[in-house]
């Protein structure tokens, strides 16, 4: 908001000496990115997205959708908080947190603290740290190298070089293929495919890779088949409960109103009881759809080395690796069992 100037009132020394009177300066309020007036004497400026505000050096007032943070996010600059995008030229150090609303690119190294991002994360540094640090991001999820660290997703993650002991949950691919390539100790989980140059060490690290893999899907599936295990056993003791009141209303004549009322409920939540089964049954059959066109998908490709350690795990089926395998194979779910489909390699 603007204060428009005014003129100076005269004024008294201590001494009685009138002073006088410097009228205020005008100044010239100007739009910039993202911002606008609203009132036709242009003394009410406001911001039309959500953003950071700062004065150019053409002194225009603008609300850039970016907020760049020169240095580390550390005690200096307390945790970020952003509607828009965040850029930090350092790094993220222990105990510290970045939150935006879109995308984070971090050029230095993210530590054990925690990043959440509406859009994609990118950390050029590398995240390393006692296992206590976290990326979060709604879209996908670029890094040089992870350690000790985990990353949620909701779509793909593409790390530069290796993943050591990370532990990695996503709802698209995770590939490690550049550099060294490998995925060394701790969980991967993706609902696409994972790859990698190398799976496990020599020092045998245990090492989970589950592809094909959604936690809601199998949650509801897991729940869906209690209920379908179960169901004869209800339907029958509804119905017996039901045979019971027929015969003693048959022996009676006729049921006291609270018991007639209860036989009624019962021939009720019979009907309503094989409806609700038999849409359960129906869901049953979608979800299992779902669940075998992510099999389908599922892969795990390794182009080098797999070691002993290693247990890969698609659907329901698990392969604990016991041997060193060496070559270019693409692990498949085939009847029940995990297959390695070799490349065809060029003879001579």
């Not at 971090?106 to 925690?114: F, M, N, P, Q, R």
């Not at 339907?235 to 609270?258: F, H, M, T």
């Not at 009624?264 to 609700?276: C, F, I, N, P």
């Not at 690796?321 to 995990?338: F, H, L, R, S």
């Amino acid at each position: 908001v603007k204060i428009p100037a005014t003129e100076g009132q005269p004024g008294m020394s201590v001494t009685g000496h009138q002073i006088s009177p410097v009228n205020g300066q005008d100044i010239f309020l100007k739009e910039g990115t993202n911002t606008k007036f609203i009132d036709a004497e242009r003394l009410q400026l406001v911001a039309a997205v959500n953003g950071c505000a700062r004065l150019t050096k053409s002194k225009d007032v603008e609300v850039s959708q970016l907020h760049i943070v020169p240095g580390n996010v550390e005690f200096d600059t307390g945790n970020i908080r952003f509607d828009g995008h965040v850029m930090v030229n350092g790094d993220v150090v222990t105990g510290f947190k970045v939150e935006a609303t879109g995308d984070i690119e971090i050029k230095g190294v993210v530590e054990d603290a925690e990043i959440h991002a509406g859009g994609n994360i990118m950390v050029r540094g590398g995240t390393v740290g006692r296992g206590k640090g976290i990326l979060k991001a709604a879209g996908n999820v670029f890094v040089k190298f992870v350690e000790n660290q985990s990353i949620i997703c909701s779509n793909d993650v593409q790390i530069a070089d290796e993943v050591i002991h990370g532990n990695i949950l996503c709802g698209g691919d995770v590939a490690v293929r550049s550099g060294k390539g490998a995925i060394i100790g701790g969980t991967i989980k993706a609902q696409g495919s994972i790859s990698a140059k190398k799976i496990g060490n020599i020092h045998y690290a245990k090492t989970n890779l589950y592809s094909g893999y959604n936690t809601e899907l199998d949650e509801w599936l897991d729940e869906i088949y209690k209920a379908l295990e179960s169901k004869d056993l209800i339907n029958q003791r509804i119905q017996d409960g039901i045979s019971a009141l027929v015969q003693e209303k048959y022996r009676l004549g006729e049921l006291d109103p609270q018991t007639e009322e209860m036989l009624e409920l019962l021939y009720k939540t019979s009907y309503d009881y094989d409806a609700m089964m038999e849409k359960i049954g129906s869901i049953h059959t979608e979800l299992e759809d779902n669940r075998a066109k992510l099999t389908k998908r599922a892969f795990i490709k390794v182009s080098e080395k797999i070691f002993p350690g290693t247990m890969i795990v698609i659907d329901d089926a698990r392969w604990k690796v016991d041997e060193e395998v060496e070559g270019a194979d693409t692990y498949v779910y085939q009847n029940g069992k995990i297959v390695a489909q070799q490349k065809k390699r060029k003879s001579g």
